[in-house]
């Protein structure tokens, strides 16, 4: 079983910075892609931002330029820095894992609120 564990969220003025951290724990054998997701209020869940195995990495286009993803393979581990945040960054933001044989697993959700 794996479990994620997400860490860093909170309350931030518009023009601040957040740092997301989320650690993968249990029967972990390999770690293909992690990402985060993030869902507003009545809105689907959204990608942010992916990274593969490989660094190879995306973002949605609304965060491309202000946030970067990173992983730690080592502690199986993947991080969210988030700068310039405006209000419509406002969601919780889900850590996601594929491993190398395919199993999914969601982290349980970190509020991010951007609010003067």
């Known amino acids: 079983q794996v479990q994620l564990v997400e860490s860093g969220g909170g309350l931030v003025q518009p023009g601040g910075s957040l740092r997301l951290s989320c650690s993968a724990s249990?029967?972990?054998?390999?770690?293909?892609?992690m990402a985060w997701y993030r869902q507003a209020p009545g809105n689907q869940r959204e990608l942010v931002a992916r990274?593969?195995?490989?660094?190879?990495?995306n973002y949605a286009d609304s965060v491309k330029g202000r946030f970067i993803i990173s992983r730690d393979n080592a502690k199986n581990s993947v991080y969210l820095q988030m700068n310039s945040l405006k209000a419509e960054d406002t969601a919780v933001y889900y850590c996601?894992?594929?491993?190398?044989?395919?199993?999914?697993?969601w982290g349980q959700g970190t509020q991010v609120t951007v609010s003067s």
């Open positions: 249990g029967t972990i054998f390999s770690i293909a892609t």
């Open positions: 996601y894992v594929v491993t190398s044989a395919l199993q999914v697993h």
């Open positions: 990274i593969t195995g490989g660094g190879s990495t």
